[in-house]
């Protein structure tokens, strides 16, 4: 037999011999165990169902020693919202935004952009009444007032949903990073050629905008003819190559037309066989070189990823590669732009880039920010699981080399004489400044605001705390006492609710 049902039966065991009108309160005491000896909480671990006295086990232990004061409330400490000293701002992910997020962090740190961006005209800014907040409409304007946030701002991280709603994107769809970053430059350069001040209508084109040329070679009459091309970026082949140098030079290598492709020459005025490469005649001062990770597989009809690794390098000489081979054209690596993921259509997207100022590295993951050590770029393991089935190593990587498997852009900057960023004053406008003041003032309001209500809340948990183990010592009702049965499911739901202060000790009476 059961315990349980054993002490059942041993507390009515009177009911079979004592008569209705002899029952006594002693009777009842009996049957309902009042009198059993409280359990005590070292040598009891568990509710005893048989004992009404046990009040071990309903939620008291969670009372009865230190408490944590943050489990008192579920508000996060304001302070870590708050922007350390000398450290960058991140950027809100708003669901899948990440690759809008790393583009934003790389072209805040192109500090002649910023520079033009902050010399645009805004005469809205300029007279906006401060007691309202400012909405940026254009996207000069939006990429103004971010880049200044991202300058100033007292934040940790600021969100740019102005600028994603802006630019129409949807934040719950990832889109093609690298075709965003052509249409972005392509908008930007035509609303900057919009601006009255004739310095800044050309500013796309000064930084990123390079010069090639179609070179088509009739093979029957040698007639050479030259189509001009302008690029923002090359887009280079990855497929069965390893170094970076090996994309450009397929990129630029010779193509031959024959059969149903041949060419129509003007000179023979038929179709004949020719040759036809990209030839490189200017370049920009920054370089953008998109590594075609992304490509349409025909067998399945969907794009896919190419997991291969590539090396590159820290210093990018293009010199042979120009149309004038001795030009001298050299580079240095800016920024690595990653996509974590085994797939085309998900994944994430972070940054690493180089402070135009410092010439530290850091990595930009939406929020996070991690300074790099040594002012050297380090992909680190974690931005090359690709989770392949392929097992293939990492290639061993020679001094001013990097490898990665997840590097879909690379931006180089330009070396030149002296330091380029010297001249370049990136102090953001009076006007933009007093935009971003005003938000740091409603921040630290909002700072104050959370931190009062966490104080109240922990000093309401604290009070709840004393009276749970006040009231604990004096339960349940010593012998003599008068008491009242209240429901040990009631007591329970007491404990745990950490919100409501309950007094359960009125005129004298124990309640238990």
Not at 103 to 114: D, G, K, M, T, Y
Not at 332 to 348: K, M, P, T
Request: aromatic share 10%; net charge neutral; glycine share 6%.
């Amino acid at each position: 037999m059961a315990p349980r049902i054993q002490l059942e039966r041993a507390a009515w065991s009177w009911a079979d011999t004592v008569k209705p009108e002899d029952v006594t309160e002693e009777h009842i005491e009996k049957a309902y165990r009042i009198r059993v000896p409280a359990c005590k909480r070292v040598v009891c671990r568990r509710n005893c169902k048989g004992n009404p006295n046990c009040l071990v086990g309903i939620g008291e232990q969670g009372w009865l020693g230190e408490i944590d004061e943050n489990s008192f409330h579920n508000i996060d400490d304001p302070n870590s919202e708050k922007r350390d000293k000398n450290k960058f701002v991140g950027l809100t992910n708003l669901g899948a935004t990440c690759y809008v997020n790393t583009f934003l962090q790389v072209w805040f740190h192109n500090l002649e952009l910023r520079e033009t961006l902050y010399l645009c005209q805004n005469s809205r800014a300029e007279e906006h009444n401060m007691e309202s907040d400012y909405e940026p409409q254009s996207i000069c304007e939006h990429l103004q007032y971010l880049f200044a946030l991202l300058q100033n701002s007292n934040r940790r991280y600021i969100d740019p949903s102005g600028l994603v709603k802006a630019l129409g994107l949807d934040t719950g769809q990832q889109q093609d990073a690298q075709e965003f970053s052509k249409l972005f430059l392509s908008l930007l350069e035509d609303t900057l050629s919009k601006q009255k001040n004739p310095n800044l209508q050309n500013v796309i084109q000064q930084q990123f905008c390079g010069q090639s040329a179609y070179v088509t070679v009739c093979n029957q009459c040698g007639r050479s003819s030259l189509l001009p091309s302008r690029f923002y970026e090359l887009e280079l082949s990855i497929q069965g190559h390893k170094q970076l140098t090996e994309c450009i030079t397929e990129f630029l290598k010779e193509e031959k037309l024959e059969g149903d492709n041949r060419y129509f020459c003007e000179n023979c005025h038929s179709k004949q066989n020719a040759t036809r490469h990209i030839k490189l005649q200017t370049l920009p001062r920054t370089l953008n070189l998109q590594l075609m990770r992304f490509v349409f597989d025909r067998q399945t009809g969907h794009k896919k990823k190419l997991n291969s690794f590539i090396s590159f390098p820290e210093v990018l000489d293009m010199g042979p590669f120009l149309e004038e081979k001795d030009e001298k054209c050299v580079y240095e690596l800016n920024a690595v732009l990653i996509h974590r993921g085994i797939s085309a259509y998900s994944g994430h997207y972070i940054a690493h880039v180089r402070d135009g100022r410092t010439k530290e590295w850091y990595k930009f993951n939406d929020e996070e920010i991690e300074k790099m050590e040594g002012k050297k770029l380090q992909l680190g393991i974690d931005d090359d699981i690709a989770e392949a089935k392929s097992q293939t190593r990492k290639p061993k990587c020679s001094k001013g080399y990097h490898c990665s498997r997840n590097a879909y852009m690379l931006v180089y900057k330009q070396q030149t004489e002296g330091d380029s960023n010297e001249k370049i004053t990136e102090e953001v406008p009076a006007f933009l400044q007093k935009l971003v003041d005003r938000d740091n003032r409603k921040f630290e309001e909002w700072c104050i605001e959370m931190a009062d209500m966490r104080k109240q809340s922990v000093d309401k948990g604290k009070a709840k705390h004393e009276e749970v183990k006040e009231l604990y010592k004096l339960l349940p009702a010593e012998d003599g006492q008068p008491f009242e049965f209240v429901p040990l499911e009631w007591l329970k739901k007491w404990l745990d609710d950490s919100k409501n202060i309950i007094i359960l000790r009125r005129s004298g009476k124990s309640w238990w």
